[in-house]
């Protein structure tokens, strides 16, 4: 099994226990690898595996989340498409999100900085799509946060509450929240 193989297998671990929760032998059990294989991949143990975990996050931001808001179709259906592609990320609200895992306990010091620029590229996606329709540089700001604190906020509750609901609720009502007029 090649080290980019075993990457969602680590994914999946850190959702299901956080850092603090992860281990070497949970990560084990989960790829099918042995100690001495990890290692050989991830020489710096979990640390390595989760800041490896959040580049893998962070690429695929780009490339599924923030990828249709550079198309040339209307700013509300980038939007909508860049929603569409978070459904499928996060499966309908039901998957964790590792930006909120991997920034939280001990993990927070290790991780600040890629969670971060992980979160700034996806405030700066929107703000650009919004500051191109004509709304003002704070504003567009303002409102990508907004978004992204009721996306992950509506994850929190699906998974709390055991209900889509919410999360397909939000992601419908973005798309206008973004654009309204200023």
Request: aromatic fraction near 8%.
């Amino acid at each position: 099994m090649s080290k980019a193989a075993v990457i969602p297998q680590l994914m999946a671990v850190f959702r299901q226990y956080g850092y603090e929760g992860a281990s070497i032998t949970r990560f084990s059990e989960a790829t099918g690898l042995k100690r001495a294989s990890l290692y050989h991949y991830f020489p710096n143990g979990k640390e390595e595996m989760a800041a490896v975990v959040l580049d893998y996050v962070t690429q695929a931001l780009k490339d599924q989340v923030l990828a249709p808001l550079d198309s040339d179709r209307p700013p509300i259906d980038r939007i909508r498409a860049m929603n569409q592609n978070i459904d499928a990320f996060y499966q309908h609200g039901q998957r964790d999100c590792l930006l909120a895992l991997l920034s939280i306990g001990e993990a927070h010091e290790l991780f600040q900085g890629q969670v971060q620029q992980a979160l700034k590229l996806w405030i700066d996606g929107l703000a650009t799509l919004l500051i191109n329709t004509g709304i003002t540089p704070a504003t567009a700001h303002q409102r990508a946060e907004d978004a992204i604190v009721q996306i992950q906020g509506a994850i929190v509750l699906t998974r709390g509450l055991n209900n889509t609901a919410t999360f397909e609720r939000v992601l419908k009502q973005i798309p206008e929240f973004l654009l309204r007029p200023e």
